[in-house]
């Protein structure tokens, strides 16, 4: 079960990161969707199944929240390239005095 954590724990932080830029320039409503959706499409079925249905218990649980993790980190980053397509960098602009 701790290798398990081990995969989740670098997935929680990349996806707050990249829900904390999402979020900096304005879409909000977006992450609060793929937030609900990961958890209660994913995280929760996947864990009810792994833990009750199967008897993987305490594992499954863990196996099933690392899974929602993985979807609202994927979830996250396509969602940053298409905000990131939308507010170009300004490179090399001055900014009015």
Do not use: C, N
Request: charged residues 10%.
């Amino acid at each position: 079960m701790l290798p398990l954590f081990w995969v989740m724990v670098p997935l929680i932080i990349i996806s707050i990161s990249w829900a904390a830029v999402i979020r900096a320039v304005g879409d909000t409503r977006s992450m609060m969707l793929i937030g609900l959706g990961s958890q209660l499409v994913v995280a929760m079925p996947v864990s009810w199944l792994l833990g009750v249905v199967a008897g993987y218990g305490l594992a499954g649980v863990v196996a099933g929240m690392t899974s929602g993790w993985l979807v609202r980190t994927l979830l996250s980053r396509w969602r940053l390239s298409r905000v990131a397509a939308l507010h170009p960098p300004e490179v090399g602009k001055r900014r009015a005095a």
